[in-house]
């Protein structure tokens, strides 16, 4: 008896503790903001034209904060925010490649852009990265580092760090995805490993151009691939129109976000024009990811129809709701609600 009692007071004692350690256990919350496919230039022949990209920040006085003024609030708010820039930025014309069907450039002022619009990386690995050669390449990537813009293109990944939590940033073209396929498998292990990595983004840009649904022969196959050996998130671009999303082994991946400020089309198309914000909030406790949840921003590329005014705008009430209706389409489990004021705010993810 006297045993027993001695064993209920030291359980009284260590629980008290335990929870206590439980409890005091920090969290760290960590919002990431993700957008779709920006042009933020013109076709080498349009940059005189008045209805282009760039013939619109002229006559905007050349207003680096025009093109993403309206979707600052929320990447001003956030902890990073990533986007697919799929042009050049570069004054270098020399390397232009003329038997392409259109090379897409911007000044390499316009990295303004990405400053004054609140972004701090992109994902280059596409194909409109090599419009201009090799030259013009290099030259906007040393343009994005001189703006304090961090680039991933193939193997060449970046890592930045929030609240303590090391981040890393892949971004693969289809065909690169495909050459780096195993190599993928090594090196975000070791990264993680050997760097301190806690969180692994993938940006693939795969698929097919205005098709909206995604397809499992290259999109759902490398997304799935990429989560299997170590990626945290999948961030699709490409098809220039909004797919679905899907919750794969408790991991995030978007198959496709749109459109965002897209210089490629001096018309807002009917089936590119919906496009959204995707905010991501992560949770993470003792730098391992607790869980994510995320809230939907609709938008639309363009404030205007059918002319592109290269200014995505966000969207309520039934603009809104198409949004999501795009978005769910393509996605195999239901979607919550939009709601005015707040996004559609999704349920929490739990990643293990």
């Not at 390499?108 to 090799?134: F, K, P, R």
């Not at 499992?216 to 999948?234: N, T, W």
């Not at 002319?307 to 809104?320: D, H, I, L």
Request: proline content about 3%; aromatic content about 12%.
């Amino acid at each position: 008896m006297r045993r027993l009692i001695a064993i209920l007071l030291i359980l009284a004692a260590i629980v008290p503790f335990c929870t206590a350690c439980a409890e005091g256990t920090e969290q760290v919350e960590i919002v990431i903001s993700l957008a779709g496919d920006c042009i933020l230039g013109s076709d080498e022949p349009l940059h005189n034209a008045e209805d282009s990209f760039v013939g619109i920040m002229k006559a905007n006085g050349n207003d680096y904060s025009y093109p993403l003024a309206l979707a600052r609030d929320l990447f001003a708010n956030d902890d990073y925010t990533l986007i697919n820039l799929e042009c050049v930025l570069t004054d270098k014309k020399q390397g232009r490649n003329k038997d392409l069907y259109t090379n897409f450039r911007g000044p390499a002022s316009y990295v303004n852009i990405l400053t004054e619009g609140s972004v701090e990386g992109v994902s280059l690995s596409n194909n409109h990265a090599l419009d201009y050669g090799q030259v013009g390449l290099r030259d906007c990537q040393q343009n994005l580092d001189s703006a304090g813009i961090q680039w991933a293109y193939n193997t060449t990944y970046f890592t930045f760090e929030r609240k303590g939590i090391r981040f890393a940033v892949f971004s693969f073209r289809r065909y690169y995805m495909e050459t780096y396929y195993t190599w993928l498998e090594k090196e975000m292990a070791r990264i993680r490993n050997e760097e301190g990595i806690d969180f692994i983004i993938v940006c693939l840009h795969h698929g097919v151009e205005y098709e909206t649904r995604h397809n499992d022969y290259d999109q759902e196959r490398f997304a799935h691939h990429a989560i299997d050996y170590g990626a945290d998130l999948v961030v699709g671009s490409h098809p220039h129109v909004l797919q679905g999303i899907e919750v794969y082994k408790n991991r995030l991946i978007f198959y496709s976000l749109g459109n965002f400020s897209f210089g490629g089309n001096k018309e807002a198309k009917a089936a590119a024009n919906p496009t959204a914000v995707m905010e991501v909030r992560l949770t993470f406790s003792q730098n391992e990811l607790y869980s994510s949840q995320l809230t939907i921003h609709p938008f639309h590329e363009s404030g205007t129809s059918p002319s592109n005014n290269y200014q995505p705008t966000p969207v309520t009430g039934e603009e809104a709701q198409d949004v999501m209706k795009r978005l769910q389409d393509d996605t195999p489990f239901t979607l919550n609600p939009y709601i005015e004021g707040e996004g559609a705010v999704q349920d929490i993810i739990y990643a293990n």
